[in-house]
């Protein structure tokens, strides 16, 4: 997080040395190629994902038990967020997007689904995962998601559209919200882990200004089984909520990361640049008028 005169709070000592990490590692890694990825639009810079995982930072939002680095604190994630968007914002966002992912499987998923989804993350060449939850036609407005779970013999099938999806096309893992009651609004949707392989499963990155790595998926009849149920059936919506909610203060961060990139810019443009024989910064940057030579005719209101 960058200094400032004045701060809410204090940052804990853990807190102080993976700001520096990422701080480091956003000047070392990170920016060195925005501008190159900025440009190639929907590629993936998968050099940088693998060293950012070799430190962490892929996974340092997971709980230990599961390889994670056990900061779990929002605090410490937007820390993380702020300084390396600082960097780039969508090499940031793509670093960090495992924390998306794992939300839902933290707090409703079973052991053995925390197993199966969680430590791979943490490995050390961790998956790329997506939370999808976005429509075309159900952006905010969560609870009107079409997605469709329908029951099966052997669990459900899938079906629908998702749009502006982190990672979407990209992802090896998805937890993707679907209803299991059409037209009850928030009362049939559901959580569904989903292996971004399944047959029916489509996707791909949309070519945006910024920022990237976001795309649709297409849901063509996916199967999955009662083991990719996250909770009960109908309990997803509330874990959406709560979901969004843990991450809107990254969203936050991620501005402010990129604020303080075009500060740093201008600062160091201001410190270079020459006019008219000098430096710029010993211009003045005002005009002094003084006051007995103005008349009031002159004065706009």
């Known amino acids: ?23 480091e590692f956003a000047d070392r890694e990170i920016r060195p190629i925005a501008a190159e990825v900025d440009e190639a639009d929907t590629e993936t810079p998968w050099e940088v994902w693998y060293k950012a995982a070799a430190l962490g930072l892929t996974s340092f939002m997971l709980p230990e038990e599961y390889g994670g680095g056990g900061l779990t604190d929002c605090v410490t994630g937007v820390v993380v967020q702020e300084e390396l968007c600082r960097g780039c914002a969508g090499i940031g966002n793509l670093i960090t997007s495992g924390g998306f992912f794992a939300e839902p499987i933290v707090e409703l998923g079973s ?69 299991v009651e059409p037209g009850s609004r928030s009362r049939g949707i559901t959580a569904f882990a989903v292996p971004g392989d399944a047959p029916g499963l489509a996707g791909e990155p949309l070519e945006l200004l910024a920022p990237h790595a976001i795309g649709r998926l297409e849901l063509d009849g996916v199967a999955v089984g009662p083991d990719q149920v996250l909770g009960r059936v109908d309990q997803g919506f509330g874990l959406a909520m709560r979901t969004l909610d843990r991450f809107r203060p990254s969203v936050g961060a991620f501005a402010v990361g990129m604020a303080q990139a075009a500060l740093d810019a201008a600062v160091a443009h201001a410190a270079a640049r020459r006019a008219f024989g000098r430096p710029l910064r010993e211009h003045q940057a005002a005009l002094v008028v003084e006051e007995d030579e103005l008349e009031v005719s002159e004065v706009l209101v």
């Open 111 to 179: 052991e053995e689904q925390k197993r199966r989804w969680l430590e791979p993350i943490a490995g050390k060449r961790p998956p790329l995962t997506a939370l999808a939850t976005t429509e075309p036609g159900a952006g905010s407005d969560a609870a009107s998601i079409s997605t469709t779970a329908t029951r099966t013999d052997g669990g459900y099938v899938l079906r629908g559209q998702k749009t502006w999806i982190s990672n979407g096309g990209l992802g090896d893992y998805y937890v993707v919200f679907a209803t």
């Open 1 to 23: 997080m960058s200094e400032v005169a004045f701060q809410p709070f204090g940052l804990t000592p853990e807190q102080r040395e993976i700001r520096d990490v990422c701080r």
